[in-house]
């Protein structure tokens, strides 16, 4: 089944130890996200790429970075963990059909910081 | 910009009543409108979108939703709930043609008692 990948679903780092969370997909989506989540919230974008054009939200920190070496992987570096970066991270794929872009979500990274 | 308001944070519902989730929204252009629910520590699910044609949608497990646009709502509703519906439901919006990022509401976290 065409999916959205993402490893590892548990991560604990220590404070200010760098830490990246990968998202892969073979779905073929133009169109990948980061969203942050934390409890009993809504996903918060962090940013997204279109094809290779990234596209960064205006709030979020520059701890946060990320990269898409090709079409089906996605990383999410964060430099230097906070106490306040422990959160779900979810990935997400779309592309355009019938105009609208419909989001497939992975099952998400739980992160936490000590 | 374009907004998501769900109006209950929480819903708590017998075992085999019927549930609505209510979402109305605003924006000063066309919409499309989307309904996902997310498991305990999983991604986020589709359940239904509206994207066109005809205002009754009906999605997975059972779930409809109903898109009116002269009161802005895309109300959720079961006729009957089962355990397994509890979860936390989000609303979702994205303007027609050409946005790839979706609007969520603050989510409704619907409880089913046995």
């Known amino acids: 089944d065409a999916m959205v990948i993402q490893n590892p679903r548990y991560q604990v780092t220590q404070f200010g130890k760098p830490v990246t969370l990968s998202c892969s997909q073979t779905?073929?989506?133009?169109?990948m996200y980061w969203y942050q989540q934390k409890s009993s919230q809504a996903p918060k974008l962090l940013f997204h790429y279109y094809d290779k054009d990234f596209n960064n939200e205006a709030d979020t920190p520059d701890n946060f970075q990320s990269r898409r070496p090709n079409t089906s992987f996605c990383f999410l570096d964060i430099r230097s963990p906070g106490l306040g970066d422990a959160a779900m991270y979810l990935c997400?794929?779309?592309?355009?059909?019938?105009?609208?872009?419909?989001?497939?979500f992975g099952p998400g990274t739980r992160l936490t910081v000590t | 910009a374009q907004s998501v308001t769900q109006l209950d944070s929480q819903v708590p519902v017998f075992e085999e009543a019927p549930v609505e989730l209510r979402c109305n929204y605003s924006s000063s252009v066309s919409v499309y409108l989307f309904w996902y629910v997310q498991y305990p520590n999983q991604g986020l699910q589709l359940l239904l979108k509206y994207l066109s044609g005809s205002t009754l949608v009906k999605g997975i497990n059972g779930f409809e939703a109903e898109f009116n646009k002269s009161q802005t709502s895309f109300h959720l509703r079961k006729p009957s709930v089962h355990i397994s519906d509890t979860a936390e439901y989000f609303c979702a919006v994205s303007v027609f043609f050409g946005n790839e990022k979706l609007t969520f509401g603050t989510g409704t976290r619907l409880t089913i008692i046995p």
């Open positions: 779905l073929n989506h133009n169109v």
């Open positions: 997400a794929t779309s592309r355009e059909a019938q105009g609208a872009y419909e989001q497939y």
